[in-house]
């Protein structure tokens, strides 16, 4: 376990993916990337490496505040012994109402946990800046309020061969794509789904799909396109970065009625 300052707010990330080596030489490993993008001064941060069978006891769950869950070149819909008992783990939150932040691989180990269905997309892979689009006939969740204003729309990096097909009973889906069906999805008051990546900044992704490249997950010229998008536009990351701080620290309940 990974601590970061001390403070009377806690939260803990729940790391899916082993760091790149990148990642760790430039910015010391993912957690300092989640922190630095969603942390606040005077909380105190853990880190538990779910990838590695690393979870936080049962038993000290209440202690938390809210928790993060990153993404992961693994399966949301696969059976590995550290994927199911993570499931397990979500269920546990969900019924105490804790709150539960998912990005990508995040976003779909929730969606599968509380029985909504997720695989992999039809249309193949997802990489580059997405405009992804907020439903209109939605009433404004609370953690979207302290936006200057409710855009129609918010450009996000994304980088997933999977998606959520079937959101869980009771969901609301906020926001969709041309490419994804469900990029940003709730559960009542206290689960939040983000298909993107609002932590990621430029050069993570620009690394991320050089080593795809290299491993002949992706082609030269997908990689190049996706490259040349990422020049000549940028993500809307202080927008999406306050969505994530008030979901994740917002203490009264928000509703879409």
Not at 6 to 28: I, M, N, P, Q
Not at 67 to 72: D, E, T
Not at 89 to 117: N, P, W, Y
Not at 181 to 204: A, C, N, R, W
């Given at each position: ?16 993916a082993t760091d ?109 800046l997405r405009k ?113 701080r008030n979901f ?10």
């Amino acid at each position: 376990m990974k601590l970061i300052t001390t403070g009377e707010r806690r939260y803990a990330l729940l790391l899916a993916a082993t760091d790149s080596e990148y990642v760790k030489r430039v910015y010391g490993g993912y957690f300092n990337v989640f922190v630095a993008a969603f942390g606040e001064e005077g909380e105190r941060w853990d880190l538990f490496r779910v990838v590695d069978g690393e979870f936080p006891d049962m038993s000290e769950l209440y202690k938390y505040d809210g928790f993060v869950i990153s993404g992961s070149p693994h399966d949301a819909y696969g059976n590995e012994h550290w994927v199911l008992k993570l499931c397990f783990l979500l269920q546990t939150l969900d019924a105490m109402e804790k709150k539960v932040l998912g990005i990508c691989f995040g976003h779909q180990i929730l969606c599968r946990s509380l029985g909504g269905k997720v695989g992999k997309a039809c249309s193949g892979w997802d990489i580059g800046l997405r405009k992804v689009k907020i439903v209109k006939d939605l009433s404004v969740p609370s953690f979207m309020e302290e936006l200057d204003e409710i855009p129609s729309s918010l450009s996000i990096i994304e980088c997933h061969q999977d998606e959520v097909f079937e959101v869980p009973m009771g969901a609301d889906v906020i926001a969709f794509s041309d490419k994804t069906g469900v990029e940003m999805f709730s559960v009542g008051h206290h689960i939040l789904g983000i298909q993107g990546h609002p932590e990621y900044t430029k050069d993570i992704l620009f690394n991320l799909i050089d080593r795809l490249l290299d491993n002949n997950s992706i082609q030269r010229e997908f990689a190049e396109n996706a490259k040349i998008g990422l020049e000549i536009a940028e993500p809307d990351r202080k927008s999406w970065e306050k969505i994530c701080r008030n979901f994740l620290k917002r203490t009264h309940h928000f509703s879409f009625s």
